[in-house]
């Protein structure tokens, strides 16, 4: 919900955070499914301009199986779940594995998608950990 002193938008700025909010929630889907692409933050923004454009759109959000104690986990403990991160982190490593070991790519582009996926990785590391882990 947004706080009184944030309150819903209306007109086109509505429309605009919908955009926003949408267009982030795709891309933290993508996130999810891609090694290098973050998940978290993106979600975050989705939640972000939903509070403020749909408060019934970031309820449903925040009630999602998949992302909902994400999101959850963030807003109450200001970090990630120890589960989540080792989760996130084999996810990454064995994607690129398996991209490397199956894509007939060159030796840069492997050397550059391990090195984006180590920076994923770093990412997802150095993210808080919540107390509840």
């Known amino acids: 919900m947004p706080s009184p002193d944030r309150p819903v ?45 749909s408060p019934r759109g970031n309820a449903a959000l925040l009630r999602s199986r998949f992302f909902g104690p994400i999101l959850t986990d963030w807003q109450e403990h200001r970090g990630v779940r120890k589960d989540v991160k080792i989760q996130a982190v084999v996810c990454v490593i064995l994607v690129v594995a398996a991209a490397i070991y199956f894509s007939p790519s060159s030796l840069a582009l492997r050397l550059t998608t391990v090195l984006l996926a180590s920076i994923g990785v770093v990412v997802i590391i150095r993210l808080p950990t919540t107390p509840r882990s």
């Open 9 to 53: 938008v209306t007109g086109w700025k509505k429309l605009l955070f919908l955009f926003l909010a949408g267009n982030f929630f795709l891309l933290g889907v993508l996130g999810a499914i891609l090694p290098g692409l973050p998940t978290t933050p993106f979600l975050l923004l989705t939640s972000f301009f939903l509070a403020r454009s």
